[in-house]
């Protein structure tokens, strides 16, 4: 059964860099079949589409913030990862990792989520 | 860019009722869209792929219909346990970029 897991810092500095990684297990991430990407919910709010990457490693942005954000891979370590820049109250949220298959066109697999405070 | 506009924002009803949610694209989209559930504190959950497939797993008293740029997500016969947020999303531009609607909040009466 595949399984995604976030990981990284719950709080994090106004005007600093947020990181996080989705470690994906049961499944390998260097599939033609899929995009990986990230959405965050802020407390209370909606969805909200950030990016995606494909094993390639080409990526895809939400033009809202694809000037604050950076989506890599890393097939070896069956990794993706989040960085997102400057960030502001606003981006606190639960950021989800997730699998894009692309045949189906949904969001088949869902990592828990993990909630990224943003405060001094 | 693509935005996806859902109606209603919040609905009430009861066990057994049929209720229809619908989500409007900006622009035609064909039968790109999908329906999720999500449950406070939890991950949404695929419900409806390409307009009108059935996730599997899921019941099929859901189902999806619409193409183009009007779509509806109907539950036949609102079960407790699929009171929840439904937010729609769409898949059809390239390079990717799926745009979600704001959400149905699904109560109870």
């Known amino acids: 059964q595949l399984q995604l897991q976030e990981s990284g810092p719950g709080l994090v500095k106004p005007s600093e860099t947020l990181s996080l990684t989705c470690t994906v297990s049961?499944?390998?991430?260097?599939?033609?079949?899929?995009?990986w990407g990230w959405i965050r919910q802020p407390p209370g709010k909606g969805l909200e589409w950030i990016g995606s990457?494909?094993?390639?490693?080409?990526?895809y942005y939400n033009p809202s913030l694809k000037s604050r954000v950076t989506i890599s891979v890393d097939t070896s370590k069956n990794q993706f990862s989040l960085k997102l820049s400057s960030v502001t109250a606003a981006d606190t949220a639960v950021y989800y990792c997730?699998?894009?298959?692309?045949?189906?066109?949904?969001?088949?697999?869902w990592g828990q989520g993990t909630l990224v405070t943003v405060s001094s | 860019d693509i935005q996806m506009t859902q109606s209603p924002s919040s609905v009430s009803a009861s066990v057994g009722d049929r209720v229809t949610i619908t989500c409007r694209a900006s622009?035609?989209?064909?039968?790109?869209l999908a329906w999720y559930q999500q449950k406070p504190g939890k991950a949404p959950k695929l419900l409806i792929y390409a307009a009108s497939s059935l996730q599997s797993g899921v019941p099929s008293r859901f189902s999806g219909s619409g193409s183009g740029t009007d779509f509806t997500l109907t539950i036949s016969s609102l079960q407790p346990e699929d009171f929840a947020t439904y937010y729609c999303q769409q898949a059809n531009s390239f390079p990717p970029m799926y745009t979600f609607g704001q959400g149905t909040k699904l109560e109870i009466k």
């Open positions: 997730a699998r894009w298959e692309i045949a189906v066109a949904g969001t088949d697999y």
């Open positions: 990457i494909y094993y390639s490693g080409s990526t």
């Open positions: 622009q035609g989209i064909s039968s790109w």
């Open positions: 049961g499944g390998s991430i260097s599939s033609s079949s899929y995009y």
